[in-house]
């Protein structure tokens, strides 16, 4: 059975999934390849994070690992609703798709998207394809891209 997140409609287990390959799921502090400091599955240590200032290689534990993957998805639908709140209509896969870049890129940077955006608001998928493919971020995340791509293309 389907686990559902709120009125999203959208297939928490299997954005998780999704995630977790796309992101890796490291157990100890590691510097991202901005040279940032993050855990688990792309978890970006903020001063906020009781991680904060710890040294790399730091171990963290399954539980806080879990923990902050559950805390990070639901401040990307959170901000999501409140930048594309149009976004809960689309179907599971499309949305998925939304959520995956938004967790990787941030909400500011996925909103500089914005023939994407416009496209999937308007459930023009051929240029949103085309649209998420004509970007640096397709060329940084290679294979992650071409998935989420046909994803779109593809999505019932």
Known sequence: MEQKIGIHN??????QKELTFDEGCVYKIY?????????????????????????IDYPISEERVTECFGDDIEGVCNDLDRN????????????????????????NRLLKFKKFIKAMQENDFETAAEEMMDSR????????????KNRVLKGD
Do not use: C
């Open 31 to 55: 510097n991202d390849h901005l040279g940032y400091a993050t855990f688990g599955i792309g978890h970006l240590i903020t001063e906020k994070d009781p991680e904060h200032g710890l040294p």
């Open 137 to 148: 971020w397709a060329k940084q995340v290679g294979p992650r891209s071409i998935r989420l």
């Open 84 to 107: 594309i709140p149009w976004w809960v209509g689309l179907s599971d896969d499309h949305q998925r798709v939304i959520a995956n870049m938004a967790f990787n890129l941030g909400i």
């Open 10 to 15: 959208m297939d928490m287990q299997k954005l």
